[in-house]
């Protein structure tokens, strides 16, 4: 749908012999896409597997596999919650490495840069 109204405001932008308001618009508005790890998506995958079977088991009415399929299930899904754990704690590590790894790296260049600067001017004073 973003994709029609960003053709049609162009379109006119167009027709209005303003090539300017073109080159200013944003072309892609859609979020980008995440990678999904493939060890999440491994787990995902299994649990859906395990509820079917588990769903499988119910409706054929063999009470001793759904009790098996059932406890297959409770294990994928805490596998699946130990995955999406570690993925949002790898997310948090980028997202402090971002916010305060990063300026605090160019700040200490700096005052490493600063230091070095007032141990030459001591030398040339001397």
Same mark, same amino acid.
Request: zero cysteines; proline letters at 2%.
């Given at each position: 749908?973003?994709?029609? &109204?960003?053709? /049609?405001? %162009? @379109?006119?932008?167009?027709?209005?012999?303003?090539? #300017?308001?073109?080159?200013? !618009?944003?072309?892609?508005?859609?979020?980008?896409?995440?990678?999904?790890?493939?060890?999440?998506?491994?787990?995902?995958?299994?649990?859906?597997?395990?509820?079917?079977?588990?769903?499988?088991?119910?409706? &054929?009415?063999? /009470?001793? %596999? @759904?009790?098996?399929?059932?406890?297959?299930?409770? #294990?994928?899904?805490?596998? !699946?919650?130990?995955?999406?754990?570690?993925?949002?704690?790898?997310?948090?590590?980028?997202?402090?490495?971002?916010?305060?790894?990063?300026?605090?790296?160019?700040?200490?260049?700096?005052?490493?840069?600063?230091?070095?600067?007032?141990?030459?001017?001591?030398?040339?004073?001397?």
């Amino acid at each position: 749908m973003t994709n029609n &109204v960003a053709l /049609a405001l %162009n @379109a006119v932008d167009w027709l209005t012999q303003d090539s #300017d308001l073109i080159a200013v !618009r944003a072309k892609n508005v859609e979020d980008p896409a995440i990678d999904v790890p493939s060890d999440v998506q491994a787990a995902e995958d299994a649990a859906r597997t395990a509820q079917d079977s588990v769903v499988a088991a119910a409706q &054929v009415g063999d /009470a001793a %596999n @759904a009790e098996k399929a059932s406890k297959e299930r409770d #294990d994928a899904l805490e596998k !699946r919650k130990a995955a999406l754990e570690a993925w949002e704690k790898r997310k948090r590590m980028y997202r402090w490495g971002n916010m305060v790894g990063i300026p605090l790296a160019f700040a200490l260049f700096g005052v490493a840069r600063w230091q070095l600067r007032q141990r030459r001017r001591r030398h040339l004073a001397a």
